[in-house]
């Protein structure tokens, strides 16, 4: 019999980590009764059941397609493990059309020790929307920073596309490739975020990288964004910049209030949750986002995602 909701939170509060295929297998589960156990999952790896928040590291990696993500998320699990850290990888991937599934394999890009049980990576579908996440990988990643020290969302996009993945992960780092004058011109205009940390690719083509480097880290600082750092690496064996990486992101995380960044995911993912199952009409129940917005940050800062989802259908269905 599978293992319920609450047994799966406990197994994570524990630091089981062999529970994520189960969480996984879970919270991707359409079928009917199943929305029960994913609640009952969030509550039990919520801040109110854990003492605080979960202390895993979530990190958003995206950048466009072909720029070498897999390849870095490869060098960069491993410089992870070689500091003793359990990392879990949510690869957000594109919808099959036929299937609804991810288009490309769990193992297929992101190179890792198959026996290596401190490792898990999983491909998930994007539910058909380009550098989106559909509702379980934010479920997913919630609840997997209970019990692993590091979990990376990974997601295909640039610019706009960041947003989402911004609002869950305490750290995004933005991948480019040596010569992408086109992520210059987004921080320029104000249509990308300003990535918490900005990683130049291929840094094995010497000048050119490091060019991009100082370019990218003078359009920052021209845009006020002096604690943004700039790093190239080289996934090309041997691999250089990992140990710099994994500092920056360790850093940013250090100057972060995690509790503050938390609630606002929380609150973000569970507007993003009522939106996918209520759509627009939904949303203009509640007065349009920026209400909905208003209601969720007069809630108890400890509540899960669930509950925060199940006030905002209840304030619709009232309205």
């Not at 003492?51 to 590291?57: I, Q, R």
């Not at 397609?65 to 998320?73: C, N, T, W």
């Not at 019990?147 to 610019?159: K, M, R, Y």
């Not at 996918?276 to 509640?286: I, V």
């Amino acid at each position: 019999m599978p293992a319920t909701g609450d047994e799966l939170g406990q197994r994570l509060r524990e630091g089981d980590l062999s529970a994520a295929p189960a969480v996984l297998n879970l919270v991707e589960s359409r079928a009917a009764g199943h929305r029960d156990q994913i609640d009952a999952l969030l509550h039990a790896v919520s801040p109110a059941a854990l003492g605080g928040e979960a202390p895993g590291h979530v990190v958003g990696v995206t950048g466009p397609p072909g720029v070498g993500k897999s390849s870095l998320l490869s060098a960069l699990v491993r410089a992870w493990r070689a500091g003793g850290r359990s990392v879990a990888v949510l690869a957000v991937d594109p919808s099959s059309k036929r299937s609804g599934g991810a288009l490309l394999g769990d193992r297929a890009r992101i190179a890792a020790d198959p026996a290596d049980g401190a490792v898990f990576i999983r491909s998930m579908a994007a539910g058909g929307r380009l550098g989106g996440l559909a509702p379980a990988t934010r479920a997913a990643a919630h609840a997997l920073a209970a019990a692993f020290d590091v979990v990376v969302i990974e997601t295909v996009g640039v610019g706009q596309s960041e947003t989402e993945v911004g609002e869950v992960a305490d750290t995004v780092a933005v991948v480019v490739q040596p010569g992408g004058g086109d992520v210059l011109q987004f921080l320029k205009s104000g249509i990308m975020e300003i990535p918490d940390v900005l990683v130049v690719t291929k840094a094995d083509l010497g000048q050119v990288a490091q060019r991009s480097r100082r370019d990218l880290h003078a359009a920052l600082r021209s845009l006020g964004a002096r604690d943004t750092e700039v790093l190239a690496v080289s996934s090309l064996a041997p691999a250089t910049g990992f140990d710099e990486l994994v500092a920056a992101l360790d850093a940013h995380r250090a100057r972060l209030d995690v509790r503050a960044r938390r609630l606002a995911a929380r609150r973000a993912s569970a507007l993003a949750d009522f939106v996918a199952e209520h759509g627009s009409r939904g949303l203009r129940a509640l007065g349009g986002q920026r209400h909905a917005l208003r209601l969720l940050d007069e809630q108890d800062s400890t509540l899960d995602v669930p509950a925060l989802t199940r006030m905002l259908e209840q304030a619709a269905a009232s309205s």
